[in-house]
């Protein structure tokens, strides 16, 4: 089991910066694979950021070059760094974690962007 608990979501104006922040409860060596989904209403939950075990880091084209995502190994956290921020980044943002097979979800934290 993998719980996690994310915070730092918020409004933002376009072109500003918001940092999600997930912290697990177990070490982040342990997990597969982690990152960041988000959902938009009335849309399919897409992904984000995430990266493997292996290191290996992968983004959706849509926020590459804008959002950085980052671990802190000894505080088992992982954070999603969103800068320049557009009105289309809006939406319920979900941490996840691949665990033996199993995806573990956080509660979502919500991130809205006025134009």
């Known amino acids: 089991q993998v719980q996690l608990v994310e915070s730092g979501g918020g409004l933002a104006q376009a072109g500003g910066s918001l940092r999600l922040s997930c912290v697990a409860s177990?070490?982040?060596?342990?997990?597969?694979?982690m990152g960041w989904y988000r959902q938009a209403p009335g849309k399919q939950r897409e992904l984000v950021a995430s990266?493997?075990?292996?290191?290996?880091?992968n983004y959706s084209d849509s926020v590459k070059g804008r959002f950085t995502l980052s671990r802190d190994n000894a505080k088992n956290t992982v954070y999603l760094q969103m800068n320049r921020l557009k009105p289309e980044d809006t939406a319920v943002y979900y941490c996840c974690a691949k665990y033996l097979e199993t995806d573990f979800w956080g509660q979502g934290t919500q991130v809205t962007v006025s134009s």
């Open positions: 177990r070490s982040i060596f342990s997990i597969n694979a």
């Open positions: 990266f493997t075990s292996g290191s290996i880091t």
